[in-house]
């Protein structure tokens, strides 16, 4: 449901613009034995730097706080320059490679994982 409803129509958008940048977010929360994983929206946290409070704490992993510099800088660089590139990492963008940026307790480049899922989803979708 998840590629379906994001992953795929994400995909999708990020296509579309030739300057676009995506990233998959991997924290998972540690709440009901981290049976909800990273969820739709658990990043906000991290960037408004929030993650340490009472009410975030307790569904962020001990790393938070390096995870909320990394997407700090990436948003705020994105919002100067239009690069979310950040100390020594470069974003590279989405283009026809499907880069995205894989962010935990660090940040790295990589080629979507997701694409043969999207091809049989858009297939299906368009059947």
């Given at each position: 449901m998840t590629d379906l409803t994001f992953g795929s129509p994400v995909d999708d958008i990020l296509s579309r613009n030739k300057?676009?940048?995506g990233y998959i977010f991997t924290p998972q929360s540690p709440l009901l034995n981290g049976e909800l994983g990273a969820?739709?929206?658990s990043e906000l946290p991290y960037v408004f730097g929030v993650?340490?409070?009472e009410t975030y704490k307790q569904?962020?992993?001990n790393y938070r706080d390096s995870t909320s510099g990394l997407m700090q800088d990436a948003w705020t660089n994105f919002a100067k320059?239009?690069?979310p590139s950040a100390n020594n990492f470069?974003?590279?963008p989405f283009k026809n490679d499907k880069n995205y940026a894989l962010i935990g307790s660090s940040i790295n480049n990589v080629q979507?994982?997701?694409n043969e899922r999207y091809?049989?989803?858009n297939h299906a979708k368009n059947f």
């Open positions: 300057d676009s940048y969820f739709h929206a993650q340490n409070s569904w962020t992993p320059n239009g690069d470069t974003w590279k979507s994982p997701f091809k049989l989803i």
